[in-house]
């Protein structure tokens, strides 16, 4: 049993880590642009999903569904204080705490959040991608890798939430 609580701690320990740092010049080449558009495809559990996302200088991230047809044009726009849902002319907003935790608005937005603020996370190269292996504030644990080149997102994945995002067609537009 002490066995197992000390494996436990030290896993903890690991998580709880700062971001692994190589140099404060090396880690800033490996930067996500700060305003960017990318197609997605998304799959979790049995949804799945195409969508068009961007995200401006501001922090404003937004995802306008593209598949299934049946959701055609939700968008999803998302900040730090802010969340709002369209559809059919028809608008909600919400604050981003009432979001549920497995939300894939949510999801996102706070991996990027973490990883530009080089919180809770951990860098590894491999030839030419980036891996950020890390924790949101809300202690969620994720993947986000992205070419080492010129920053484009390549993949984003949550375990626990059975989360699988992958992007394509990354412009940076500043």
Known sequence: ????????????????????????????????????????????????????????????????????????????????????????GLKLETPPTLLPDASFAKLLYAALETVRDSARCAVSVQGQTVSYNGMTPAGDVFTLTLNKADGALQDFTVSKYALNVTFSDFQATV
């Open 1 to 88: 049993m002490r066995r197992i609580l000390c494996a436990l701690a030290a896993g903890a320990l690991l998580l709880c880590c700062g971001c692994q740092k190589t140099s404060d010049g090396e880690a800033a080449r490996y930067t996500i642009p700060t305003a960017f558009t990318a197609q997605l495809h998304a799959e979790q559990g049995t949804l799945s999903f195409d969508a068009d996302f961007s995200i401006d200088e501001n922090g404003t991230a937004v995802t306008t569904l593209q598949s299934p047809e049946a959701l055609k044009t939700l968008e999803i726009t998302e900040t730090a204080d802010a969340c709002s849902f369209r559809f059919l």
